[in-house]
């Protein structure tokens, strides 16, 4: 009969502070993805709902208005030049020149969409519960940094975790709880001395990059809106500033029409 190894308490000692320095790995780890991909898109899109629509709408007065502007400076510059006017040629330098300004807009509008999508599709706080108790297990199963020696498979079922915490699928988070368990295998920590203070440096290192990451992550944006969108008196006051901000662009949209027409007319009766 093989009798066991036994163990120094050194190695006893390094195991049970590496498997600690794990935990508090998994820990962290958990943070960091619940920061980047719930609390981070979701207050995106409260921020989209509460303001950015405004802000989309805002930006499309202020383009409307900067064009008929530059309409005006262009039909000008060919009126004193004593050019006839083609309405069609300065349309087409219109599109080109805001062409990057359209861009922008298209981008905010689809914040905007997306951000209603994501708000109308939350889980409840019982499947938001369960979502993120399969997830934090398989954190703790399948992560790289917790798990070097993942084999193929087990990185192909953590590639699939990853997806389907990034893309909020509870149904899938399921399967793949159903997938681990049929093929779980323990683990046993390593007894070399050698391996294990290179696993608590390496764990150690890890755990300082993603608290440090953390903490600059606070005062990024959406991060640094999370009071202001809990405060209905900042976002009252913050809507009431872009709406008087698109008032102001409504108002030169309609002086510059005015103006627009007047010179039009001027230039067709061949007046300068």
Known sequence: MTQALELSPEIIKLQKEVSTLEKELGKVILEQDE?????????EAEYQQ?????????????????????????????VNRQETIAIEKVEKQLDDEFRE?????????????????????????????EFKKLYRQLVFKLHPDLNPQQSKDE??????????????????????????????????????KDILEKRKTKLTAQIRKIINKLSGMENEFPFNMA??????????????????QIEGWEVKCKEYNELLKVLLVSAEAGVN
Do not use: C
């Not at 893309?167 to 683990?187: K, N, P, W």
């Not at 009071?227 to 008087?244: C, G, N, Q, R």
């Open 155 to 192: 990185k192909n079922l953590w590639n699939r975790v990853q997806l389907a915490y990034q893309g909020g699928d509870l149904e899938e988070m399921r399967s793949l709880m159903i997938i681990f368990e049929a093929q779980d295998g323990t683990v046993e920590l390593p007894s070399s």
């Open 50 to 78: 509460t303001i950015g629509y405004k802000e989309l709408e805002r930006m499309e007065t202020e383009i409307a208005a900067r064009r008929i502007k530059r309409h005006i400076e262009l039909i000008q510059a060919a």
């Open 101 to 129: 300004w359209y861009e922008k807009i298209d981008k905010q509008y689809q914040k905007v969409k997306e951000a209603q999508s994501r708000i109308e599709g939350l889980m409840s706080d019982e499947e938001n519960e």
């Open 227 to 244: 009071s202001k969108l809990a405060d209905k008196d900042w976002i009252k006051d913050k809507v009431e500033t872009i709406e008087k």
């Open 35 to 43: 920061m980047v991909n719930a609390v981070k898109p979701n207050l």
